[in-house]
């Protein structure tokens, strides 16, 4: 008897211990840090009917302050309900904007931003088609800290991203805002790239450029976070490449893409 009493005893209080002990975090955040998601979602349905839901857990988990989103429908009859709105309410009622980019299927297709913080302003830049596939756009939206900007450049043309990244780095040049200028997305180039070296003569990478696409068999870098070389100052702690969720969360059926994050400090 005093040996099971004494093998109980034991096993709760590893109970104990273990129930005790906060869950390490795959992605830690610095307290005091911001920190930015990219993430081309596909409009929520590569590999499955509806990934709003695990993605906002994603999105949860990792501790995202503002996310920059791509590839989403708005009321069309590919998917009859606006796909940011639905994300921001799983978010639990962030704030949201959408940058229209084309015309589709009797409604609309884009990039967008949410954040639990204030959107002081928002607007849209479109970016010309050329000779690409279709014309595209940047959301910008300005909170307290900083102004965040998403794009999801041609996919097809080189030069059609030239043509995007002047507009870009023109609208850029054009600011003069004393906040932080950050700038997301889906570039479609890799590091190496053409449109990558026209987007430094005014933007600085800040996110890691390990692969992130496709989510189930990653082999090159498209998807980025930028600062503008000439707005406020930032400092940047960490990013990663986010291949992994630990509460349910499934990269390789979210999305085509994975998504990236930045923690920075501002200056």
């Known amino acids: 008897?005093?040996?099971?009493?004494?093998?109980?005893?034991?096993?709760?209080?590893?109970?104990?211990?273990?129930?005790?002990?906060?869950?390490?975090?795959?992605?830690?955040?610095?307290?005091?840090?911001?920190?930015?998601?990219?993430?081309?979602?596909?409009?929520?349905?590569?590999?499955?009917?509806?990934?709003?839901?695990?993605?906002?857990?994603?999105?949860?988990?990792?501790?995202?302050?503002?996310?920059?989103?791509?590839?989403?429908?708005?009321?069309?009859?590919?998917?009859?309900?606006?796909?940011?709105?639905?994300?921001?309410?799983?978010?639990?009622?962030?704030?949201?904007?959408?940058?229209?980019?084309?015309?589709?299927?009797?409604?609309?297709?884009?990039?967008?931003?949410?954040?639990?913080?204030?959107?002081?302003?928002?607007h849209t830049v479109t970016l010309e088609k050329g000779k690409g596939s279709e014309q595209r756009s940047m959301a910008v939206a300005e909170t307290e800290k900083f102004i965040l900007c998403t794009a999801h450049l041609d996919h097809k043309s080189d030069e059609a991203r030239a043509l995007?990244?002047?507009?870009?780095?023109?609208?850029?040049?054009?600011?003069?805002?004393?906040?932080?200028?950050?700038?997301?997305?889906?570039?479609?180039?890799?590091?190496?790239?053409?449109?990558?070296?026209l987007l430094m003569q005014s933007w600085d990478v800040i996110s890691s450029t390990d692969p992130t696409f496709s989510s189930t068999k990653p082999s090159i870098c498209i998807d980025y976070i930028f600062h503008l070389k000439k707005s406020g100052a930032i400092k940047v702690l960490h990013s990663d490449v986010m291949t992994e969720f630990s509460q349910g969360g499934d990269v390789t059926k979210a999305s085509d893409h994975l998504p990236v994050y930045v923690d920075i400090e501002i200056e």
Not at 67 to 94: F, K, P, Y
Not at 175 to 184: G, R
Request: aromatic share 8%.
């Open 164 to 197: 995007q990244v002047k507009i870009i780095n023109d609208w850029a040049e054009s600011q003069n805002s004393e906040k932080p200028i950050l700038l997301t997305g889906d570039m479609n180039a890799g590091p190496e790239s053409e449109t990558l070296s």
């Open 1 to 122: 008897m005093k040996i099971i009493n004494l093998i109980i005893l034991v096993l709760l209080s590893v109970s104990s211990i273990t129930c005790g002990k906060k869950e390490t975090s795959i992605y830690p955040k610095n307290g005091g840090t911001v920190r930015i998601v990219t993430y081309n979602v596909g409009s929520f349905s590569k590999y499955m009917d509806n990934s709003t839901f695990m993605i906002a857990g994603m999105l949860k988990e990792a501790d995202a302050d503002i996310v920059g989103l791509n590839e989403l429908d708005s009321v069309n009859t590919r998917h009859m309900t606006n796909q940011i709105s639905n994300l921001a309410s799983a978010m639990g009622g962030w704030n949201w904007h959408f940058g229209r980019a084309i015309g589709y299927k009797n409604g609309a297709y884009g990039n967008g931003i949410i954040t639990p913080d204030r959107i002081l302003e928002s």
